[in-house]
């Protein structure tokens, strides 16, 4: 019997610029407590933290914000899924002074919910997203 190989892929990572890592903390638990609290909270700091940041997010930026909160995420012994990984983005970026869309959607057929953020109306991070379009119900 002969053995068979296995490849090993290994991912290109690019290093976080300093102060990532950190605000993605900030970000992962500002989002863990703003949704014990009614959703109608978090939007209205969202809504604030859009009105004193002037700076757009680029995509890379946003990319990479999202990369440090799902390492970040991995760590805390909570579940953390589309709506706090996406509040949690959102946070993070409004902390490093850039700015995202926070986005809550639906579809139907099957019905289902999800977070997601987004730059100048792209979803980011979102592979397969196009394939099946959510209607978005709230926007910040």
């Known amino acids: 019997m002969s ?12 290093p976080l610029p300093p102060g990532y ?20 909270v978090s939007l209205r700091l ?12 680029r995509t890379h930026q946003a990319e ?3 990369g440090a909160v799902r390492a970040v ?11 706090e990984t996406a509040l949690a983005s959102t946070l993070t970026c409004l902390l490093l002074r850039h700015r995202v869309d926070w986005c809550i959607g639906a579809r139907m057929m099957p019905y ?15 592979p397969g997203f196009n394939a099946h379009p959510y209607l978005v ?3 910040t």
């Not at 890592?21 to 009614?38: E, K, S, T």
């Open 112 to 126: 289902t919910a999800h977070s997601w953020i987004e730059v100048e109306g792209a979803p980011i991070a979102e």
């Open 46 to 57: 969202v809504a604030f933290g859009h009105r004193r940041t002037a700076r757009r997010a």
């Open 21 to 40: 890592r950190a605000a993605a903390v900030a970000g992962c638990l500002g989002a863990l407590v703003l949704l014990r609290l009614p959703i109608s």
């Open 137 to 139: 119900l709230i926007r």
């Open 64 to 66: 990479m914000v999202i």
């Open 73 to 83: 995420s991995r760590i805390l012994p909570v579940r953390f899924a589309c709506l």
């Open 3 to 14: 053995s068979a190989q296995m490849a090993i892929v290994v991912e290109r990572c690019t």
